[in-house]
C-alpha cells in the first residue's frame, strides 16, 4: 500500500503518517512548512517540501507514484482569522484540495481520505451530528464544505471514493504552540512557558470539546483500509465540552503555573461547539480510548515542557483590517504592515 500524506510535517498529519507506517503502508509526505516542522516527519517516510497549491509540484508527485490512497490533511486551519485572509484561505483550503482531487481521479486513487472540520456546521445545531445541513459561518468552514461537496461529486462521476473527517480542536504532542491565532491549549502552554497570562476572547464561558490526538490520528489512519466507511462523513473526537476558562485551569494546572488570564475583547465566533459521535464509534470504536482533557493535557504538557516555548510569528498577508481584533491587528502592526 502508498499512500500520500499531505501536511505531513503538521500537528496530524504527522500522527497519521506515523499510524501508516505500523500499518505497513509505504508513506510519502509533503509539506510546505508553513506551520509544520520537519523534524515531527516519523523517519520512514519519504519526505518532500512543497504546496498543494502547486499544480505542477502535485501532478509531478501523482506521475512518479502510483498512489493507492491519499490522506488530506494540508490546511491553514485559523478559523477566525480566515475572516481576514479570504483569498490566501480559498488558495490554500479549497484550490490546493481541488488538485489533488484532481489528481486523485486522473491516476484513480482508491479512496480520499479528507480532514474538513466541524466548522462547517455553523453555530445553534448542538449537538452538531453528520445529518445535520451545514451552515458554516467563516470562510475556513465554507471552504472545507466545498471541498466535502466537491468530493461528494467527483463520487458520483468519477467514482472516486471518499471518507470525509470533521475533527474538533485537536491538541497533543507535534502541535505548533508558538501559532498566535489558533489551537488554544498550544497557546495557553506557550504563554506559560514565556511568563506571560493566558488570553481569552470574551468571558471565557464559550464551550468546546478538545479532543486528544490520540482519539483522532488512528481512526483517521485506518479508514482507507475499511471499506465499510467509504463515501461517508464522520464527526470524530472527545464528546465533553468544556468553558474556555475551565480549559485554562486545567492547562494551567498540568503546567504547574497558576491560573493567570487577560480577557480580551470578543470576538465574532461560535459561542459553543460539540458534537455527537455515535456513527465514528460505531465503525471506529476499537480505535477510541477517550482520553480524558485531564489525562490529555497532562501528556502534552510533558511534551511541551522539553520542547520548550515557541516564538510564533504574526501572519504577514492580512487581506481585511476591518474588524480585525485589536490584539491581531497589533501583532500585524508589529511586523510592520500596512494596515
Known sequence: MKSLVTGAAGFIGSHVS??????GHEVIGIDDLSGGFEDHVPKDVEFMKGSVTDTDFINKIFEDHKFDY?????AYAAEGLSHFIKHFNYTNNLLGSVNLINASVNKEV???????SIAVYGRNQLPMAEETTPQPEDPYGIAKYAVEMDLKEAHEMFGLNYVIFRPHNVYGENQNIGDKYRNVIGIFMNQIMQGQPMTI??????????S????VAPVIAA????????????NVG?????SVNELAEVVAKAMGAKAEINHLEARNEVVDAY????KVKKYFGDLIKNVSLDEGVVKMAVWAKKTGAREGQAFTGIEVWRNLPPSWAALGKSQKLNP
Do not use: M, W
Open 238 to 242: 472527545a464528546d465533553k465540552p468544556y
Open 201 to 210: 476572547f470574551g468571558d471565557g464561558k464559550q464551550t468546546r470539546a478538545f
Open 275 to 278: 458534537s455527537a459521535h455515535d
Open 110 to 116: 482508491k479512496c480520499f481520505v479528507f480532514t474538513s
Open 223 to 234: 479508514s482507507a483500509s475499511r471499506q465499510e466507511a467509504y463515501n461517508q462523513v464522520f
Open 70 to 74: 491519499v490522506f488530506h490533511l494540508a
Open 212 to 215: 486528544y490526538i490520540d482519539d
Open 18 to 23: 506515523r499510524h501508516l507506517l505500523e500499518a
